[in-house]
């Protein structure tokens, strides 16, 4: 049986086809979140990769913040299940997902089966997020994606003290004109996030192991910050930014099955 679960997220659309719940057949990531419509590119290359049609699709689930915009799903699944779900299919001895997306921060406790238990969120303020990176990036005019082996280059990170992200934005101008280093302003911006979340985590309580999902997932500046404010190791994989539409992928399985 076939099943296809789709994440609409604020940057980027991300989309999974799953085979009899067990095997990953394809998946794709979009470059354009909600509202710029993404959906049905990521469905079309997952199509095309596993050389299917939709009619022998069995169930389709979206989930993420642009799910409720999309038509085309047979049902539809929070953030948090899907990433807890997909979280523990990539890594069923994870006990804590910490997932930082384009607009949102979240630690996901999870029981022994997989099941979440509990979680704490920030989807009230861009520090903390991708978000925040991007806006840094946008000052340093690098890309995202160059943040972390920027960060590793670091000799003594700045310190960015604002909460703010605007409040940020003007300290990192300012650390630039005074001549700090690149590399350590772009430690300080990854430390930065890390000091956010971290406080998050804290309040959730963290149990090992520790499994970080979402786009934020591929800076390694920002991983390797939060292992050293959590003082546990934290790990992640390569398809840790497909976890949503995975874990919606599963759910179209289940609700497929019953
Ligand atoms: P959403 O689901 O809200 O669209 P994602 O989980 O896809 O969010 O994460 C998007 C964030 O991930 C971006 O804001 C960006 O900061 C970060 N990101 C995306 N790709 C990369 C990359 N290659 N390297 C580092 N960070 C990345």
């Known amino acids: 049986m076939y099943t296809l679960g789709i994440d609409i997220g604020s940057t980027t659309t991300k989309c999974v086809m799953l085979r009899d719940g067990a095997e990953v057949l394809a998946a794709s990531l979009v ?112 890309g995202v994606d160059a943040l972390g082996s920027m960060a590793a280059r670091s000799e003594s990170p700045a310190d960015i003290s604002s909460t703010c992200t605007v409040f940020a934005e003007s300290e990192v101008i300012s650390q630039l004109a005074n001549g700090t280093p690149v590399p350590d302003v772009v430690a300080g911006i990854c430390n930065s996030v890390a000091a956010r979340v971290s406080a998050l985590a804290r309040r959730q309580g963290v149990k090992e192991a520790v499994y970080m999902s979402g786009g934020v997932a591929k800076n390694e500046g920002v991983r390797k910050a939060l292992e050293r404010e959590l003082g546990v190791t934290v790990s992640t994989s390569p398809d840790a930014q497909l976890a949503g539409a995975l874990g919606a992928a599963l759910n179209a399985y289940r609700k497929a099955s019953t």
């Open 31 to 142: 470059e354009a979140g909600v509202g710029a419509d993404g959906t049905a590119e990521a469905v079309e290359s997952v199509l095309v990769q596993s050389g299917l049609n939709m009619a022998a699709v069995a169930y389709t689930v979206a989930t993420g913040y642009g799910r409720k915009r999309w038509t085309g799903a047979d049902g539809e699944i929070s953030e948090l299940s899907a990433h807890a779900l997909g979280c523990h299919f990539l890594m069923p001895e994870a006990r804590t997902v910490i997932d930082i997306g384009g607009q949102d921060a979240k630690v996901i406790s999870l029981d022994d089966s997989g099941r979440m238990s509990g979680f704490v969120m920030n989807d009230k303020c861009a520090a903390g997020t991708g978000r925040f990176l991007d806006v840094m990036a946008g000052i340093l005019k690098v």
